[in-house]
Protein backbone atom coordinates (compact mmCIF):
# COMPACT_ATOMS: atom_id res chain seq x y z
CA UNK A 1 0.00 0.00 0.00
CA UNK A 2 1.63 3.35 -1.56
CA UNK A 3 0.55 6.33 1.27
CA UNK A 4 0.28 9.55 -0.47
CA UNK A 5 1.91 12.51 0.48
CA UNK A 6 0.34 15.07 2.70
CA UNK A 7 1.26 18.92 2.67
CA UNK A 8 -0.43 22.73 3.24
CA UNK A 9 -2.02 23.77 0.14
CA UNK A 10 0.05 26.04 -1.81
CA UNK A 11 -2.02 27.78 -5.11
CA UNK A 12 0.79 28.10 -7.64
CA UNK A 13 1.57 23.94 -6.93
CA UNK A 14 -0.74 22.04 -9.45
CA UNK A 15 -0.37 17.78 -9.36
CA UNK A 16 -2.69 15.37 -11.24
CA UNK A 17 -4.12 12.97 -8.79
CA UNK A 18 -4.56 15.52 -5.76
CA UNK A 19 -7.63 16.56 -3.50
CA UNK A 20 -7.99 18.21 -0.79
CA UNK A 21 -8.80 18.02 3.13
CA UNK A 22 -10.25 21.44 4.90
CA UNK A 23 -8.05 22.25 7.48
CA UNK A 24 -10.42 24.96 9.43
CA UNK A 25 -13.89 25.58 10.41
CA UNK A 26 -16.49 23.29 11.69
CA UNK A 27 -15.88 20.61 8.73
CA UNK A 28 -12.39 20.24 9.02
CA UNK A 29 -11.26 17.19 7.73
CA UNK A 30 -13.85 17.25 4.74
CA UNK A 31 -12.33 16.25 1.39
CA UNK A 32 -12.87 18.12 -1.95
CA UNK A 33 -11.90 18.19 -5.42
CA UNK A 34 -11.29 22.10 -5.20
CA UNK A 35 -8.83 23.47 -2.93
CA UNK A 36 -10.07 25.50 0.08
CA UNK A 37 -7.85 28.76 0.72
CA UNK A 38 -7.11 26.83 4.61
CA UNK A 39 -6.83 23.01 3.30
CA UNK A 40 -4.37 20.38 2.66
CA UNK A 41 -3.22 18.80 -0.22
CA UNK A 42 -3.09 14.76 -0.68
CA UNK A 43 -1.03 14.03 -3.75
CA UNK A 44 -1.72 10.19 -4.62
CA UNK A 45 0.71 8.22 -7.68
CA UNK A 46 -2.55 7.10 -9.72
CA UNK A 47 -6.22 7.56 -10.43
CA UNK A 48 -6.63 4.18 -8.18
CA UNK A 49 -4.66 5.61 -5.43
CA UNK A 50 -6.43 8.76 -5.46
CA UNK A 51 -10.00 7.16 -5.78
CA UNK A 52 -9.24 5.18 -2.64
CA UNK A 53 -7.92 7.96 -0.74
CA UNK A 54 -10.45 10.31 -1.50
CA UNK A 55 -13.48 8.56 -0.24
CA UNK A 56 -11.72 6.86 2.65
CA UNK A 57 -11.05 10.93 3.77
CA UNK A 58 -14.80 10.91 2.53
CA UNK A 59 -16.20 8.36 4.70
CA UNK A 60 -13.87 9.49 7.59
CA UNK A 61 -15.29 12.86 7.66
CA UNK A 62 -19.06 11.35 7.46
CA UNK A 63 -18.30 9.70 10.16
CA UNK A 64 -17.05 12.31 12.59
CA UNK A 65 -13.18 10.62 12.84
CA UNK A 66 -11.47 14.26 12.06
CA UNK A 67 -13.80 15.79 14.68
CA UNK A 68 -12.04 14.36 18.01
CA UNK A 69 -9.23 15.98 16.54
CA UNK A 70 -10.43 19.48 16.20
CA UNK A 71 -8.85 22.38 18.04
CA UNK A 72 -9.21 25.69 18.95
CA UNK A 73 -11.98 27.55 20.66
CA UNK A 74 -12.72 30.23 18.34
CA UNK A 75 -12.17 28.81 15.23
CA UNK A 76 -11.59 24.94 14.72
CA UNK A 77 -8.73 23.35 13.02
CA UNK A 78 -7.06 19.99 12.33
CA UNK A 79 -3.05 19.66 12.52
CA UNK A 80 -1.69 17.88 9.44
CA UNK A 81 -0.13 15.17 11.58
CA UNK A 82 -3.61 14.43 12.87
CA UNK A 83 -4.57 14.05 9.69
CA UNK A 84 -1.69 11.83 8.56
CA UNK A 85 -2.21 9.48 11.52
CA UNK A 86 -6.22 8.76 10.83
CA UNK A 87 -5.55 8.09 7.75
CA UNK A 88 -2.57 5.40 8.22
CA UNK A 89 -4.75 3.93 11.03
CA UNK A 90 -7.99 3.58 8.71
CA UNK A 91 -6.05 3.02 5.27
CA UNK A 92 -4.80 -0.63 5.69
CA UNK A 93 -8.66 -2.02 7.37
CA UNK A 94 -10.53 -0.58 4.30
CA UNK A 95 -8.00 -1.52 1.88
CA UNK A 96 -8.72 -5.09 2.30
CA UNK A 97 -12.42 -4.41 1.95
CA UNK A 98 -11.73 -1.76 -1.08
CA UNK A 99 -13.85 -3.95 -3.74
CA UNK A 100 -16.96 -4.40 -1.52
CA UNK A 101 -16.40 -0.55 -1.25
CA UNK A 102 -16.26 0.03 -4.67
CA UNK A 103 -19.45 -1.89 -5.66
CA UNK A 104 -21.69 -0.01 -2.99
CA UNK A 105 -20.21 3.48 -4.68
CA UNK A 106 -21.27 2.40 -8.26
CA UNK A 107 -24.73 1.67 -6.89
Not at 20 to 41: E, H, M, Q, R, V
Not at 51 to 76: E, P, T
Request: with cysteine; aromatic share 18%.
Amino acid sequence: MIFPFIRCYQAEVNQPYAFYILSKGDNAGKPGITPWPNSFTVICTSQEHYDFYFWLCHGLWKCGKFKMYHRGSAIQFINIADVRTIMRNAAPQVYSNWDKYQTILTH
